[in-house]
């Protein structure tokens, strides 16, 4: 570890932890979380680090994307979210590709059976209609099944709060430039309205938001003279939740939602493209019924979704349509005032179709089915020691069956403000059906195993104000599905492919009006592939209430060095050559500054992002954001 990476690192934890001499209230351990047992459960009482953002937080990050969000907790990077608007995403957490995450809305795990890795666009939600979030990383396919191997995203979206009729409305613009270029005209814009309210029994929610930008190219040039041409990006989304609540014990809630996205793109790295364009369609609707009970309760999440894409690349058009259908039924049963057991079994069907110039796969090839039944048991001692363990049995139509297991112990140290925690969880990973059979997939292709190993603690200090956490963790990947990008084909990496790392969070709360926090995460990986996790990470930030009225936020990001391969092609004989290269390491500042206008009625905003207007890499060839600004206004009724 260098030492420009050291000072960088101490001096972001040391801003947080400065100011552990003033007092204040916190409740950061009395936190609800629902991730590690699918009910809620007291964090303190929780085995995992379950980093939860909140709507207030969410507030403290308006003008930024989902994936930007997400990409300041520990552990988390999603590479694209500081490029142009409509790029596309990697997502790793700890390491871990895509295929090795879920995601989950509502509780409902979302997917594109037609996707590389069968995990969902995060450019396809936006962040207006959040409520909250769960990150829960470690290995987590007991409750969750295959792909919640290195982590799981629990998306809450709105929802109706008020007796009575109440609603919103929206706008914002933004710029869209690169940096060293003076452009500020807005060229990003999003709007978007939503209503919900409460009558005896029925509860209602309906939103509708349209993002539309351009400004800056997907693809940078490799001489700086050269305008490449500014790629679009537009998205429709609006959702529908209805519930009905029958008795006290049994309430019943349905959705339906429909997502549509429009994007240029260009032909890689360094590669300008006027022409390619891609379109996407999203239908998903769901039906998830709760009953109570005197000693439990049992819940059903169910949904089904539909995904066409169209991609418009080297003159011709390939078509991608997918299907998914989803059933977790589940059942919380307290046996005793510190024991509960949830069992539960959950379906899931995947199928894809594709036509092309280059060929076809009907959907009658491509699809396969699972079935797990699962059982989790909670223990939380008056002690302070707690156990969460379970496994499930996973039937999968071709690679048939599969036992995972966890075993999860933490224990609060008496009269000390102090957890300690640990767990051993194992992980199944079926390829998706493209990784099977795209031209670029391979039949014989044998499903991932992961095991990981965490140990770590949570202490809250003064009064609980301060809360400090580290957490160790090393993953072991057996049959890892790779990318080979000499012959263009998944293959299985032969032998074990390990991941290890620690990750450190700090939150200090000053007074009523100023709070701080920051994180580390170190990221050690033994085979790298492409574009994955930095090295060292880290992320710090302030927050002020000024006055009652005026909020200000402000954000630093550090991201190390990146290991990156790539492919050439010399002449003459175009034989493909693989080539590496060191990503620089960049530093971003960013700001927010809220005001409410009339107070619970309208407030506005304004963000400026790379404050300093680095220019840096992301991802090698492509474009990335300069200093950018944008504002807005929010009206309640």
Same mark, same amino acid.
């Given at each position: 570890?260098?030492?420009?990476?050291?000072?960088?690192?101490?001096?972001?934890?040391?801003?947080?932890?400065?100011?552990?001499?003033?007092?204040?209230?916190?409740?950061?351990?009395?936190?609800?979380?629902?991730?590690?047992?699918?009910?809620?459960?007291?964090?303190?009482?929780?085995?995992?680090?379950?980093?939860?953002?909140?709507?207030?937080?969410?507030?403290?990050?308006?003008?930024?994307?989902?994936?930007?969000?997400?990409?300041?907790?520990?552990?988390?990077?999603?590479?694209?979210?500081?490029?142009?608007?409509?790029?596309?995403?990697?997502?790793?957490?700890?390491?871990?590709?895509?295929?090795?995450?879920?995601?989950?809305?509502?509780?409902?795990?979302?997917?594109?059976?037609?996707?590389?890795?069968?995990?969902?666009?995060?450019?396809?939600?936006?962040?207006?209609?959040?409520?909250?979030?769960?990150?829960?990383?470690?290995?987590?396919?007991?409750?969750?099944?295959?792909?919640?191997?290195?982590?799981?995203?629990?998306?809450?979206?709105?929802?109706?709060?008020?007796?009575?009729?109440?609603?919103?409305?929206?706008?914002?613009?933004?710029?869209?430039?690169?940096?060293?270029?003076?452009?500020?005209?807005?060229?990003?814009?999003?709007?978007?309205?939503?209503?919900?309210?409460?009558?005896?029994?029925?509860?209602?929610?309906?939103?509708?938001?349209?993002?539309?930008?351009?400004?800056?190219?997907?693809?940078?040039?490799?001489?700086?003279?050269?305008?490449?041409?500014?790629?679009?990006?537009?998205?429709?989304?609006?959702?529908?939740?209805?519930?009905?609540?029958?008795?006290?014990?049994?309430?019943?809630?349905?959705?339906?939602?429909?997502?549509?996205?429009?994007?240029?793109?260009?032909?890689?790295?360094?590669?300008?493209?006027?022409?390619?364009?891609?379109?996407?369609?999203?239908?998903?609707?769901?039906?998830?019924?709760?009953?109570?009970?005197?000693?439990?309760?049992?819940?059903?999440?169910?949904?089904?979704?539909?995904?066409?894409?169209?991609?418009?690349?080297?003159?011709?058009?390939?078509?991608?349509?997918?299907?998914?259908?989803?059933?977790?039924?589940?059942?919380?049963?307290?046996?005793?005032?510190?024991?509960?057991?949830?069992?539960?079994?959950?379906?899931?069907?995947?199928?894809?179709?594709?036509?092309?110039?280059?060929?076809?796969?009907? $959907?009658? /090839?491509? !699809?396969?089915?699972? #079935?797990?039944?699962? @059982?989790?048991?909670?223990? %939380?001692?008056?002690?302070? =020691? +707690?156990?969460?363990?379970?496994?499930?049995?996973?039937?999968?139509?071709?690679?048939?069956?599969?036992?995972?297991?966890?075993?999860?112990?933490?224990?609060?140290?008496?009269?000390?403000?102090?957890?300690?925690?640990?767990?051993?969880?194992?992980?199944?990973?079926?390829?998706?059906?493209?990784?099977?059979?795209?031209?670029?997939?391979?039949?014989?292709?044998?499903?991932?195993?992961?095991?990981?190993?965490?140990?770590?603690?949570?202490?809250?200090?003064?009064?609980?104000?301060?809360?400090?956490?580290?957490?160790?963790?090393?993953?072991?990947?057996?049959?890892?599905?790779?990318?080979?990008?000499?012959?263009?084909?998944?293959?299985?990496? $032969?032998? /074990?492919? !390990?991941?290890?790392? #620690?990750?450190?969070? @700090?939150?200090?709360?000053? %007074?009523?009006?100023?709070? =701080? +926090?920051?994180?580390?995460?170190?990221?050690?990986?033994?085979?790298?592939?492409?574009?994955?996790?930095?090295?060292?990470?880290?992320?710090?930030?302030?927050?002020?209430?000024?006055?009652?009225?005026?909020?200000?936020?402000?954000?630093?990001?550090?991201?190390?060095?990146?290991?990156?391969?790539?492919?050439?092609?010399?002449?003459?004989?175009?034989?493909?050559?693989?080539?590496?290269?060191?990503?620089?390491?960049?530093?971003?500042?960013?700001?927010?500054?809220?005001?409410?206008?009339?107070?619970?009625?309208?407030?506005?905003?304004?963000?400026?992002?790379?404050?300093?207007?680095?220019?840096?890499?992301?991802?090698?060839?492509?474009?990335?954001?300069?200093?950018?600004?944008?504002?807005?206004?929010?009206?309640?009724?």
């Amino acid at each position: 570890m260098n030492k420009k990476i050291v000072r960088i690192s101490a001096i972001a934890l040391f801003f947080a932890m400065n100011c552990f001499a003033q007092e204040q209230k916190s409740n950061q351990l009395d936190e609800v979380v629902i991730s590690d047992s699918k009910f809620a459960l007291s964090k303190e009482k929780s085995g995992k680090v379950i980093v939860k953002i909140t709507a207030e937080d969410l507030k403290k990050k308006q003008g930024q994307s989902l994936a930007a969000v997400l990409s300041t907790v520990a552990g988390v990077e999603i590479n694209g979210n500081q490029s142009r608007n409509g790029k596309d995403l990697g997502l790793y957490i700890r390491g871990g590709r895509g295929h090795q995450v879920l995601i989950l809305i509502d509780g409902v795990p979302v997917s594109d059976a037609s996707g590389i890795n069968l995990s969902y666009d995060l450019r396809l939600l936006p962040v207006d209609q959040v409520e909250s979030i769960e990150i829960m990383k470690g290995a987590s396919s007991t409750l969750y099944g295959s792909g919640a191997a290195t982590g799981v995203i629990n998306i809450t979206l709105k929802k109706a709060v008020n007796k009575g009729v109440a609603g919103n409305v929206y706008m914002n613009m933004g710029t869209q430039t690169v940096a060293n270029k003076t452009n500020y005209k807005p060229q990003e814009f999003n709007q978007g309205f939503s209503l919900n309210g409460r009558a005896d029994k029925v509860n209602y929610f309906a939103s509708l938001n349209s993002t539309e930008s351009t400004g800056i190219s997907e693809a940078k040039p490799l001489n700086s003279a050269v305008e490449f041409e500014n790629d679009k990006f537009s998205r429709v989304n609006s959702v529908v939740k209805l519930g009905f609540t029958p008795t006290k014990k049994l309430s019943l809630d349905f959705f339906a939602n429909y997502d549509k996205m429009k994007n240029d793109f260009d032909s890689g790295s360094f590669a300008d493209n006027k022409m390619n364009f891609s379109t996407s369609e999203q239908y998903r609707v769901g039906f998830s019924p709760k009953y109570k009970y005197e000693k439990g309760e049992f819940v059903i999440n169910s949904s089904a979704n539909l995904i066409d894409r169209s991609i418009f690349n080297f003159g011709s058009f390939s078509y991608y349509r997918s299907r998914s259908v989803n059933a977790d039924a589940f059942n919380k049963y307290k046996i005793a005032s510190q024991l509960f057991i949830v069992t539960g079994a959950q379906f899931q069907f995947h199928e894809m179709s594709n036509k092309s110039a280059y060929g076809a796969i009907e $959907n009658e /090839l491509a !699809k396969f089915n699972m #079935i797990d039944p699962y @059982v989790t048991a909670v223990y %939380n001692s008056d002690f302070g =020691f +707690n156990l969460n363990t379970g496994a499930r049995f996973n039937m999968h139509s071709k690679y048939g069956n599969n036992l995972v297991f966890n075993v999860n112990p933490s224990y609060t140290l008496p009269n000390l403000p102090l957890k300690v925690l640990a767990s051993y969880s194992t992980a199944f990973v079926a390829p998706s059906l493209y990784q099977l059979y795209s031209p670029y997939g391979d039949l014989n292709l044998s499903p991932q195993k992961d095991a990981t190993v965490e140990l770590g603690f949570e202490a809250s200090l003064l009064g609980k104000k301060v809360t400090l956490t580290s957490v160790a963790f090393l993953r072991e990947e057996t049959d890892a599905i790779g990318f080979d990008l000499t012959t263009y084909k998944y293959f299985n990496v $032969n032998g /074990l492919n !390990k991941a290890k790392g #620690i990750e450190t969070m @700090v939150a200090y709360a000053m %007074n009523d009006k100023v709070s =701080f +926090n920051a994180n580390y995460t170190f990221t050690e990986l033994e085979r790298q592939s492409r574009v994955l996790n930095p090295k060292h990470k880290v992320n710090a930030g302030v927050d002020v209430q000024a006055t009652p009225r005026l909020a200000f936020s402000a954000a630093y990001q550090f991201v190390s060095d990146r290991y990156t391969e790539y492919t050439t092609y010399p002449a003459p004989s175009y034989s493909p050559v693989l080539n590496s290269e060191i990503l620089k390491d960049y530093q971003l500042v960013n700001a927010n500054v809220r005001y409410e206008l009339i107070k619970n009625r309208m407030n506005v905003f304004a963000a400026v992002d790379n404050i300093l207007d680095k220019d840096f890499v992301e991802s090698r060839g492509f474009s990335t954001r300069g200093r950018n600004f944008k504002a807005g206004l929010n009206i309640l009724f």
